[in-house]
């Protein structure tokens, strides 16, 4: 079936940067995007940027320009995002999520775990 | 960015009631629309897509509707496994946008 498997939590330091992997499985990964979402405590979902899982073409959200770096290795159906000089309020629970199509819509239909990124000094 | 907004952003109900929460757009998305479910300590999981088409093995007491700029989520009779968040997300344009979730609360 189709998965998305994480990386474990993190707990970085203000200025650090962390680096969250997205491995795949159940499908062939090049045919689907994925996006990062992410989610503060007790807090609403974040579209954070996409990345193209046959040619690594990305969209970032404009929030995060410069400080996030989204790539992919499709010898080993992964995807990964790097977030530099990390903030408190980067604290936050990381999604990556399988892009798909239902016509020409767009939509989120399968959602890795998660990874509890934690920023603190 | 196209902004979106949820209504209420939280509502205690009961077992059996029928619930709705909208979620309008800053801006016209056709039926670019979609409403995700998320239960405390876990994912999101879809549930509509195009404004108003079921997802795979969803049940049916969910529904959807609007096109445009306003959307309804419904639920004909909420059951207790359907008390969480919701969201609505708009997949028109990039960036996408999220509405801010409607807790549903016993």
């Known amino acids: 079936q189709v998965q998305l498997v994480q990386s474990g939590a993190e707990v970085k330091k203000p200025g650090a940067s962390v680096k969250v992997s997205c491995k795949a499985s159940g499908y062939t990964f090049t045919r689907y995007g994925i996006s990062w979402v992410r989610q503060a405590p007790g807090q609403g979902l974040e579209w954070m940027g996409w990345i193209n899982g046959y040619n690594g073409n990305t969209n970032y959200e404009q929030k995060f320009q410069g400080r996030v770096t989204m790539t992919t290795d499709t010898s080993t159906s992964t995807a990964y995002m790097e977030l530099r000089s990390l903030r408190s309020d980067d604290t936050a629970m990381y999604y990556c999520a399988r892009e798909s199509f239902k016509g020409l819509i767009r939509l989120f239909d399968c959602w890795g775990q998660g990874t509890l990124v934690t920023v603190s000094s | 960015d196209i902004q979106m907004t949820q209504s209420p952003s939280s509502l205690s109900t009961s077992v059996g009631d029928r619930v709705t929460i909208t979620c309008r757009a800053s801006?016209?998305?056709?039926?670019?629309l979609l409403w995700y479910q998320q239960k405390p300590g876990k994912v999101p999981n879809l549930l509509i897509y195009?404004?108003?088409s079921l997802h795979s093995g969803v049940p049916s007491r969910f529904s959807g509707s609007g096109s445009g700029t306003d959307f309804t989520l419904t639920i004909s009779s909420l059951q207790p496994e359907d008390f969480a968040t919701y969201f609505c997300q708009q997949s028109f344009s990039f960036p996408w946008t999220f509405g801010q979730g409607t807790k549903v609360e016993i």
């Open positions: 801006q016209s998305i056709a039926n670019y």
């Open positions: 195009a404004a108003s």
